[in-house]
């Protein structure tokens, strides 16, 4: 199990941008393929965006390519997603998950997942 502490969520408009924290407890952060999902109330959680151990390898859900970056800093055990352009239907309940993996593959599955943070709400206004 890796603590999870997601942070950096908040109100703006439509067209800002936000950057999202997750910052993660223990020394195998590197061993963990991570990833970000959001949630509204009554749907099940979406997959956004995953990122291999070492950084190089990352996957997009198509709504937000082109919008969103998924990043990590192993140093500082966290990861990050940038969110630029951001649209009213971006608005949700963001989580950080973490699961191990021997090889890189693109995790999109809410069940693939075995660690998860508390989320923090993502409010875009028109």
């Known amino acids: 199990q890796v603590p999870l502490v997601e942070s950096g969520g908040g109100l703006v408009q439509a067209g800002g941008s936000l950057r999202l924290s997750c910052a993660a407890s223990?020394?195998?952060?590197?061993?963990?393929?991570m990833g970000w999902f959001r949630q509204t109330p009554g749907k099940e959680r979406e997959f956004v965006a995953a990122i291999s151990r070492g950084g190089s390898n990352t996957y997009y859900a198509d709504s937000v390519k082109g919008r969103f970056t998924i990043s990590r800093d192993n140093a500082k055990n966290t990861v990050y997603l940038q969110m630029i352009s951001l649209k009213p239907e971006d608005t949700a309940v963001y989580y950080c998950?973490?699961?191990?993996?021997?090889?890189?593959?693109?995790?999109?599955?809410?069940?693939?997942?075995?660690?998860w943070g508390q989320g923090t709400q993502v409010t875009v206004s028109s």
């Open positions: 998950a973490a699961r191990t993996a021997v090889a890189w593959s693109a995790y999109i599955k809410y069940s693939e997942y075995d660690n």
């Open positions: 223990g020394r195998t952060f590197s061993g963990y393929v």
